[in-house]
């Protein structure tokens, strides 16, 4: 594709990470014309973005992939958590089977998109000086495709190597012998640090909240493994739409409270084994009630404190208080995090003690005082879920930016759609399962509704769709209910958009889980796609 090229579309999708990639090849295949603008240089959102050392898939890999069978029967993962490469494969794959990349325009970030009441079409310009012309716009720019820079003074005077863990460098950056400096402990931190651990000369984690982190059991996975997995892979897939998180397991239906201590250790021990399963697949009221939260709290903090020997650090890694509730804020996996810090090279800084007063050329000043470094490793996460939606000029009818009409909190009509802009569609976007879903899930299963939603409008010869201001009110007022009756509020999160100075303060995701969300979707599309003006 040319540079300058206008082209005229059904649909154009924005991203080729899981959702985006989806959405093509099922558009393809119901006849819609389709293509897909991409940021990166290559697919897999932010699996192109996310190439720091260390940086790996917190699901495991069997369930974290296409459902397709053609897909997953040529295709196995050399360990069970992959990491960047490995997706990448991956991806790869997926290409070579479906042939998608020659309907994706890379190096193409979105500007603009502008919406036409005239002809009801979009007009989309792209940084590589196209322009697309769409009945429908598909927004699956990710939940973290937006990096968040922290606002120190100095930044830009550092003299080293210095790179956002969202925006590493494609070639990669050499650790080995180097003086490192880590700002921020969240899932990307922490990956780095492991990584960064092995070889540094001294390595420097600049910690503001610590993270709760469950113990990845990493495993190989040969030929062998990868044959056994494929036996019963297509109904652990067929599971993962009727669970809160999609994976292929739920929360336990009961309380924390209800059983003995014996049987809660018991099962809080099996768990531990499990990844993400001591968090999403635990007793199905320690997210919801701060006492039955205690338990997993005690659980994780007296396992993680006997890991770390020196017990100044013990208590600021894992507090015998605890800092927020056990599971509200993204927990991460990690392998030897907690162990690293009894290594002579590995250093703590509690910037609630030691605040950063500014970078300087060649390292680093906080009230105690100057550490030099060679690499500052901004580990400082992402304008999460909206800032890749807001990063774009969307304008919608009556002149409405997307931006500004979010800038005092989202409403999207089941996490979808938003009044004023019709025939724009999000995905893994605000207010839907996105953040607490197994992204793979959600890019298929959310995005078959919105295949099926074009399908109607084509179907029934209908040209124009908008979410009703009503009906985004009446589910922003959902999500806020189901938030009160959690523990979400209690954390600084980016489920809560916390993370970002001035974000409203909004539970971004959508916490009443898969089963309770399609039901939802469900009840409106029997009834004719209620909620939405449909023309
Ligand atoms: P996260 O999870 O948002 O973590 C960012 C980390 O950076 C977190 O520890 C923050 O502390 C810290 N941070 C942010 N700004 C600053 C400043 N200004 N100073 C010091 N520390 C700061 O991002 P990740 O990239 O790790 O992970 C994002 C998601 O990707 C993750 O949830 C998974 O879904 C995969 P805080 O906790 O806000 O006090």
């Known amino acids: 594709m040319t540079t300058t090229s206008v082209e005229e579309l059904d649909v154009l999708i924005v991203g080729a990470g899981f959702a985006g990639l989806y959405q093509l090849e099922n558009l393809r295949k119901r006849g819609f014309k389709a293509k897909v603008l991409e940021a990166g ?212 239906p009961k309380s924390a409270l209800e059983v003995s201590e014996e049987e809660r250790t018991a099962t809080y021990e099996e768990l531990w084994e499990g990844g993400f399963k001591f968090w999403l697949g635990t007793y199905q009221d320690v997210l919801f009630e701060e006492e039955a939260n205690d338990t997993a709290y005690r659980f994780w903090r007296d396992r993680t404190r006997a890991r770390i020997k020196d017990p100044i650090l013990r208590e600021k890694l894992a507090p015998l208080k605890k800092a927020y509730p056990f599971g509200v804020k993204r927990p991460s996996l990690e392998r030897t995090y907690y162990d690293i810090f009894n290594q002579d090279n590995v250093e703590l800084v509690d910037l609630h003690e030691d605040p950063i007063e500014r970078i300087l050329p060649h390292g680093i000043r906080t009230a105690s005082g100057d550490r030099e470094f060679d690499i500052i490793v901004l580990a400082t996460g992402f304008d999460a879920v909206t800032g890749g939606l807001t990063a774009i000029d969307i304008v919608g009818t009556d002149g409405h930016s997307l931006k500004d009409k979010w800038s005092n909190g989202v409403e999207a009509y089941l996490g979808v759609a938003t009044a004023k802009f019709p025939n724009m569609f999000f995905l893994y976007g605000p207010q839907s399962p996105s953040g607490f879903c197994n992204g793979p899930t959600c890019a298929e299963l959310q995005g078959d509704l919105i295949l099926d939603t074009l399908d109607y409008l084509r179907d029934n010869g209908y040209s124009r769709i908008e979410s009703e201001p009503d009906s985004d009110r009446n589910w922003t007022s959902h999500v806020a209910e189901l938030t009160e009756a959690g523990l979400y509020e209690k954390a600084n999160s980016w489920y809560m958009g916390a993370n970002v100075p001035g974000k409203p303060r909004q539970l971004l995701n959508y916490p009443g889980g898969l089963p309770t969300y399609f039901q939802k979707w469900s009840e409106m599309a029997d009834a004719g796609y209620k909620g939405f003006a449909v023309t």
């Not at 997926?94 to 990349?101: F, G, H, M, N, Q």
């Not at 080995?176 to 640090?193: F, L, N, P």
């Open 41 to 252: 240089g290559g697919m897999g959102g932010i699996w192109y973005w996310n190439c720091y050392p260390g940086a790996r898939v917190d699901s495991e890999g069997p369930i974290y992939q296409f459902t397709r069978e053609d897909l997953w029967k040529d295709f196995g993962f050399s360990e069970l958590y992959p990491g960047w490469q490995e997706l990448r494969r991956y991806f790869a794959h997926v290409d070579e089977k479906l042939d998608l990349s020659k309907d994706i325009r890379f190096n193409a970030r979105v500007e603009s998109a502008t919406f036409d009441e005239e002809t009801n079409r979009w007009t989309v310009e792209a940084g590589d000086g196209s322009t697309t012309i769409c009945r429908y716009l598909v927004l699956c720019t990710g939940f973290g495709s937006k990096p968040i820079f922290p606002d120190i003074p100095g930044l830009d005077d550092f003299e080293g190597v210095s790179h956002h863990t969202g925006l590493w460098p494609q070639e990669g950056v050499d650790l080995r012998d180097k003086r490192i400096a880590i700002i921020g402990t969240g899932a990307s931190g922490v990956q780095v640090a492991q990584e960064a651990a092995k070889s540094a000369s001294q390595l420097t984690i600049f910690q503001r909240t610590p993270v709760q982190a469950l113990p990845m059991r990493q495993f190989d996975l040969s030929d062998e493994d990868n044959e056994r997995i494929k036996l019963d892979l297509e109904e652990r897939f067929s599971r993962r739409g009727t669970t809160f998180a999609g994976f292929e397991w739920d929360f336990i």
